[in-house]
C-alpha cells in the first residue's frame, strides 16, 4: 500500500465502520429503492473542472479555491443548467495549483490545502485537510429517489459522522445551538407564535459547519427545493441531506477553524453593503402606529424623555386598505409632511409592503400586474388566487427578471415620500387558505421555469432583492436599507432580517440569542429579534433583560402586535425605564465599535454575533454552550434569560479578561459566577482590546463631538484593533470616502507602545482621543510623537487617562519595572 492510499484507508473501512467505531450494516442495494452511481467508465478535465462518468451518473468536481470544492451530480449524465440565486456573481475562482493522480482503486485532487479522492468503484468521495485528517468521507454516498407524484428525483447524500463531531449552522432554527442529534427542514413557514421545537421555520439556509477541536469545514447544499439535514437523528453515526428535487449540488468549504468556514461561504454567497448609520441605532415599531397623530405623538415622547431612538416602523394600517404603495389618506393625510418634520427630529420612517396585491381593478398595481402578466400562474394557465390583509391577492413572480424590474419602478412613490427603508413580510409567501401557495404554482425562475417546489424558498430573497433594488433607484447616492422576514442563502447583499413572530416570554428570549448566533454563523450578520416578544405582554424585567441582550444584536428593535397591548419602553414604571433608557444609551455610545465591527463583516466576512465555539474551537468545554456570545473581537457579552435571578454561571475563554462595569481583572479558561442585579447584563472585555466610544445621543450624528474616547486594556502580548469611519449614508465609501485607524499594542519589560496607522481619505469629525488605560501599571513617562505628556496623565479608579491628538503615530509608556502591583491590579 503506498503512503497515499494509507491516508485514506487505514482505519476507516470503506463501509463497515464510522469513525467512533459503531457498526454500520453493510448496504444492501437490491434490498432498496434507492438508484447509486455505478462504476467510473471514464473521467475528463475543462480548467479547473473534473468530471467522472458511470453508467448511471457523472459527478462534476469544481476546484474553486484551495479551500471550496463544488460538487454536482447528474442522473443518467445530463447537468441542470449550472444557477445560482445564491452564488455572488463577484465570486471570483482562484488560480489554484492542482494536483491530479489516478491510481489502481481511486483518482486523487488536491489543493494545498485539502485531497479529495474519488473511488472508481461507485463514485464516493472522501476529503482530508493537509494533516491527513479525515473531514467529510462518504457512508452511502450519493444515491437518488423517483419522486413518483411529482416526478423528477429525490436527491441524497450520506456522509459519517465523526467522533465528537459538532454541527452549527442553518439559519434561524430553533431548537439547540448544537446541531447535534436533530434533524431540519427546510421550507420557508409562516410560523405565527412558533416554540422551540418548531420546525420548519422562515429562513432557508442550506449551509452547516461540521467541527471538532482539531477542524471544521462547510457544507452548502445549493438546491431551493424542500430541503432537510440529519445531524445523527436517525442513526446516530451518519450526517446527511437531501432535497426533494432538483440537481445535487453542494460546496464543501475547509476551515480549518468555524470562522474560516464562515468568512469562505460569505465570500462565496455575498458579502453585505455598508448599512446606512442610522439603521444600527435604535427602532420603534407597532402593529400598528397610526393616525399621524399617534406616530408624532411617538416621536415626541422618545425625544421628551431623552430615549434614543433613530427609526419609526408604520405597519400595514398606513396604507388603503392594505394595498401596497398606497397611503391611507384619512389617517395619513400629508405622509410626506410628516415624515419631513420626523426627519428633523431625528427619526427615520420605514414602512411595510407585502407581496399580495389586492384583486382591485381601479387599483393601479393590480392593474399594471394583469395588464403585463407580471402575477403567478397555476398549472393550467390560472392566475394564482390567495388571501391575505387585504382580502383576496394576486402575488407578482419575483424569480422573472421583468417582474422585479416592474416592482422596483413601483417604490418612486414611497421615496419621494421620504420613506428610509422597507420592511418586507409575509414573503415565505404566507397566505392564509392554505399556508402557502399550491404546488402546481408556475414560476419563471430566470428562465428555467419550474413549480412552487422548486421556486418557494427563494420567494422571500427575490422580494427583498426587488426591493432593495427599487429603494437603490429612487434613494440615488443613499445606502438603501431593507428587512426582510423570509430568505435564502445570499439574503446579507440585500436584507437585514428578523426572526419572526415570537412570544413575550423567558423561553423566546433564548430562542432569539441562539437564532441570531445561528444566523451569523450562516453568514447574515445583521439580524435581530422582536425585543420583548411581538406576541403576548412581557414583564418590566423580561422586557429589560431583552433590551440589554439586544443593544448587542445589530438590528435593534422593539415590534408588537397591537392586540397584546404598548410596548414602548416608558410603558413600565419608572425605575425599569432609567435602566432601559440606560441601555438604548450605551448601544449610542458604543456605536464606533458597532459600526466597526459592521464594517468588518462586510469587508471580510466575520460574523459580527460569534458562538463561543467559533471563537475558541478547541475548547470541548463550549460544545454546548448556547447564550455566551463575542460581539465583535473585543466583547463577550451573557445574557440573563432568566427571571428572578441575581447571579449566573458564565464560561470565560481562555485569556485575561475585564469585567465591563466593574473593571476587575479575571483569568479565562474557567467557568466562574457573577452577580446579575436587574440592572447589569455580564459584559467582558478581552485583554489588548481598545473599544471606541463616542458621547451619548439622541439619534446617529445627532451632533459632532471634539472627543473620541478609547478604552485601552492592557495586555503583555501584541495586539490589533481597528476603528472604521465614513460619511455614514451615502455610497462615498466605496470611492475611498472612509477612514480605517490601525491600531498596533506592543510591550517590552517596562516599555508600553501604542502605533496608530490611517488609511482613506475621510475626515473624522472629532479632534482628538480621550485614552482610557485600563489596568497599566504606573506610568513614569509618557511620550506622543516624541514630546513629553505626562504630565496630562490623569488618574482614574482602573488606572489613568490621557488626551492626544487623533492622527498621532507613536504613544510610548514607561513604567518601573513593567509589573502590576496588587494594588494597580
Not at 427575490?462 to 422576514?485: C, D, E, P, W
Not at 473585543?634 to 434569560?641: D, E, F, G, K
Not at 482614574?796 to 491628538?805: A, E, F, K, Q, R
Request: net charge negative.
Amino acid at each position: 500500500m503506498t503512503e497515499e492510499n494509507k491516508d485514506i484507508l487505514d482505519g476507516i473501512p470503506e463501509n463497515q465502520s464510522d469513525f467512533s467505531g459503531n457498526y454500520i450494516e453493510k448496504f444492501e442495494q437490491e434490498e432498496s429503492k434507492d438508484y447509486f452511481p455505478s462504476a467510473c467508465e471514464s473521467w475528463d478535465k475543462v480548467g479547473n473542472i473534473f468530471y467522472f462518468h458511470s453508467a448511471t451518473c457523472s459527478l462534476e468536481i469544481n476546484v474553486l479555491t484551495n479551500d471550496i470544492l463544488k460538487f454536482r451530480y447528474a442522473n443518467h449524465g445530463y447537468f441542470e443548467d449550472d444557477f445560482s440565486y445564491a452564488v455572488d456573481s463577484d465570486f471570483k475562482p482562484a488560480d489554484v495549483t492542482i494536483d491530479f493522480k489516478e491510481r489502481g482503486t481511486y483518482y486523487a485532487i488536491h489543493t494545498e490545502t485539502v485531497k479529495c479522492y474519488i473511488y472508481k468503484e461507485n463514485l464516493k468521495t472522501t476529503i482530508l485537510n493537509s494533516n491527513g485528517e479525515v473531514l467529510f468521507k462518504d457512508e452511502k454516498g450519493y444515491h437518488w429517489q423517483d419522486e413518483p407524484h411529482y416526478g423528477g428525483d429525490v436527491v441524497i447524500c450520506t456522509k459519517f459522522l465523526r467522533k465528537d463531531e459538532n454541527f452549527f449552522g442553518l439559519g434561524d432554527k430553533t431548537g439547540k445551538l448544537n446541531l447535534h442529534g436533530s434533524r431540519k427542514q427546510l421550507w420557508g413557514t409562516d410560523c405565527y407564535g412558533y416554540g422551540n421545537e418548531t420546525d420548519p421555520v422562515y429562513k432557508n439556509i442550506p449551509f452547516y459547519i461540521g467541527h471538532t477541536i482539531n477542524s471544521s469545514y462547510g457544507l452548502f447544499m445549493d438546491n431551493s427545493f424542500r430541503s432537510f439535514f440529519d445531524f445523527g437523528a436517525e442513526r446516530e453515526n451518519v450526517v446527511s441531506f437531501w432535497a426533494q428535487g432538483g440537481e445535487m449540488r453542494y460546496y464543501f468549504i475547509n476551515g480549518p477553524k468555524p470562522l474560516d468556514v464562515t468568512r469562505r461561504f460569505t465570500e462565496l454567497t455575498g458579502k453585505a453593503d455598508m448599512p446606512p448609520k442610522w439603521a444600527l441605532g435604535y427602532h420603534q415599531s407597532k402593529w400598528s402606529y397610526y393616525p399621524e397623530k399617534t406616530v408624532r405623538d411617538i416621536a415626541e415622547e422618545f425625544r421628551n424623555r431623552k430615549i434614543p431612538c433613530d427609526a419609526i416602523h408604520l405597519d400595514i394600517d398606513y396604507m388603503n386598505g392594505f394595498r401596497c404603495f398606497t397611503w391611507n389618506n384619512e389617517h395619513f393625510p400629508n405622509p410626506s409632511k410628516m415624515i419631513s418634520d420626523l426627519k428633523d427630529d431625528g427619526f427615520k420612517t420605514v414602512v411595510i409592503i407585502d407581496p399580495g396585491i389586492k384583486v382591485d381593478k381601479h387599483y393601479h398595481v393590480y392593474q399594471q400586474g394583469i395588464k403585463n402578466h407580471y402575477f403567478c400562474t397555476r398549472a393550467d394557465g390560472a392566475l394564482m388566487k390567495g388571501s391575505v390583509w387585504p382580502g383576496l391577492c394576486h402575488f407578482p413572480d419575483f424569480t422573472n427578471p421583468k417582474v422585479r424590474d416592474w416592482w422596483k419602478e413601483l417604490f418612486e412613490g414611497l421615496a419621494a415620500d421620504g420613506v428610509a427603508g422597507v420592511w418586507n413580510d409575509m414573503n415565505e409567501p404566507a397566505v392564509f387558505e392554505e399556508g402557502t401557495f399550491p404546488m402546481d404554482i408556475r414560476h419563471d425562475y430566470d428562465g428555467h421555469p419550474c413549480s412552487h417546489r422548486k421556486g418557494h424558498n427563494v420567494y422571500g430573497s427575490l422580494m427583498a432583492l426587488s426591493t432593495y433594488y427599487g429603494l437603490k433607484r429612487f434613494q440615488h447616492n443613499k445606502r438603501t436599507f431593507v428587512i426582510t422576514r423570509s430568505a435564502y442563502a445570499g439574503i446579507q447583499r440585500y436584507a437585514s432580517v428578523w426572526t419572526g413572530d415570537n412570544v413575550a416570554s423567558w423561553e423566546h428570549m433564548k430562542i432569539a440569542n441562539i437564532q441570531c448566533q445561528r444566523l451569523s454563523a450562516s453568514g447574515v450578520s445583521f439580524c435581530g429579534s422582536d425585543i420583548g416578544g411581538f406576541i403576548g405582554t412581557p414583564s418590566a424585567e423580561l422586557y429589560v433583560r431583552w433590551i440589554q441582550m439586544a443593544v448587542f444584536h445589530p438590528f435593534f428593535r422593539t415590534h408588537s402586535s397591537g392586540d397584546h397591548g404598548n410596548k414602548e419602553p416608558w410603558i413600565f414604571e419608572e425605575g425599569y425605564t432609567n435602566i432601559i433608557r440606560k441601555y438604548i444609551e450605551l448601544r449610542y455610545k458604543l456605536l464606533p465599535y458597532i459600526y466597526t465591527t459592521f464594517w468588518k463583516y462586510c469587508h471580510k466576512g466575520l460574523p459580527m454575533i460569534r458562538s463561543l465555539n467559533v471563537v475558541v474551537p478547541d475548547s470541548p468545554e463550549v460544545s454546548y454552550r448556547e447564550e455566551e456570545f463575542m460581539f465583535g473581537d473585543h466583547l463577550l457579552i451573557v445574557p440573563v434569560s432568566e427571571e428572578n435571578t441575581t447571579s449566573r454561571k458564565l464560561y470565560l475563554p481562555e485569556g485575561t479578561w475585564f469585567n465591563y462595569w466593574t473593571d476587575e481583572e479575571l483569568a479565562g479558561g474557567a467557568e466562574i459566577e457573577v452577580a446579575t442585579p436587574l440592572e447589569t447584563i455580564p459584559i467582558f472585555v478581552k485583554a489588548g482590546a481598545i473599544v471606541p466610544k463616542q458621547p451619548a445621543m439622541q439619534y446617529v450624528d445627532e451632533f459632532q463631538y471634539d472627543q473620541l474616547t478609547l478604552d485601552v486594556y492592557y495586555s503583555e502580548e501584541e495586539n490589533v484593533a481597528e476603528i472604521y469611519e465614513d460619511p455614514g449614508e451615502g455610497m462615498e465609501y466605496k470611492k475611498e470616502e472612509f477612514l480605517i485607524r490601525e491600531f498596533k499594542t506592543s510591550k517590552t519589560s517596562s516599555v508600553f507602545l501604542l502605533e496608530q496607522t490611517i488609511c482613506g481619505k475621510y475626515e473624522s469629525v472629532y479632534k482628538e482621543f480621550n485614552i482610557l488605560f485600563h489596568h497599566f501599571p504606573e506610568a513614569k513617562l509618557v511620550m506622543v510623537d516624541g514630546d513629553d505628556y505626562t504630565k496630562n496623565l490623569v488618574k482614574s479608579d482602573s488606572g489613568y487617562h490621557l488626551n492626544v491628538p487623533k492622527n498621532f503615530k507613536d504613544l510610548l509608556i514607561t513604567t518601573s519595572n513593567g509589573k502590576k502591583t496588587d494594588t494597580e491590579s
